[in-house]
């Protein structure tokens, strides 16, 4: 089965550039979107189509897909981002999420 | 405002059944294929199962074939999750996720989620 693998967890300080990395066998061939997910609240989609954001959500994050690995990156990363971020892709008519990256603003 | 609100969930023990419903509001519902999420307590997400526009196309993780059956009502914009023969490692918080449309698979709006604990 198709596997997608994150870092367990990213640190950033405020006002840096914070990237998340997912990996996956030719990725780069697939779509891949990316969650954000607050303590106690459900997941918030905040990257679909590799680097489209949903209306709402502030151009400081962005995203990028290529060969085996896409890319969650935070600009200016500021305290209300942090969070765990899931990337998920689709596979074979099947749905996969990383493992998730809790990401600390310091 | 789409919304996406889960119930059914609950205490219910091994090797026991479990209905979860999800009523849709704010969008076309026969419009959208729809899933069901899980979330395990203090871990990641896991896609459970979905459910084509017209009910015609089904798909589960593997965990989960032969045990849940996911189908929807369009006319009462909802959708389900029959789970059968439950097992400890169900235990999780299920979510209802709307696919949005076009290229590419992701899940545009969630439910709060509905709480499943097996245990004896």
């Known amino acids: 089965s198709y596997e997608l693998t994150q870092p367990p967890s990213v640190s950033v300080s405020p006002g840096q550039t914070a990237s998340i990395t997912c990996s996956g066998d030719?990725?780069?061939?697939?779509?891949v979107s990316w969650y954000q997910q607050k303590p106690g609240q459900s997941p918030v989609l905040v990257i679909y189509q590799d680097n489209k954001r949903p209306s709402g959500i502030p151009e400081r994050l962005s995203g990028s897909n290529s060969g085996n690995t896409a890319t969650l990156t935070i600009s200016g990363t500021q305290a209300m981002d942090e969070a765990d971020y899931y990337c998920?892709?689709?596979?074979?008519?099947?749905?996969?999420f990383g493992g998730g990256t809790q990401l600390t603003v310091l | 405002e789409v919304q996406l609100v889960e119930s059914g969930g609950g205490l219910v023990q091994p090797g026991g059944s479990l209905r979860l419903s999800c009523a849709a509001s704010?969008?076309?519902?026969?419009?959208?294929?729809m899933s069901w999420v899980r979330q395990a307590p203090g871990k990641g997400l896991e896609w459970v199962a979905n459910i084509k526009q017209d009910g015609s196309e089904k798909y589960y993780v593997d965990s989960v074939k032969g045990r849940f059956i996911i189908s929807r009502d369009n006319a009462k914009n909802s959708v389900y999750l029959q789970m059968n023969s439950l097992r400890a490692e169900d235990t999780a918080l299920y979510y209802c996720?709307?696919?949005?449309?076009?290229?590419?698979?992701?899940?545009?709006?969630w439910g709060q989620g509905t709480l499943v604990t097996v245990s004896s």
């Open positions: 998920q892709a689709w596979d074979s008519s099947t749905v996969v």
């Open positions: 030719k990725l780069g061939d697939k779509y």
């Open positions: 996720a709307r696919v949005g449309g076009g290229s590419g698979w992701r899940f545009d709006y």
């Open positions: 704010g969008f076309t519902f026969n419009n959208n294929w």
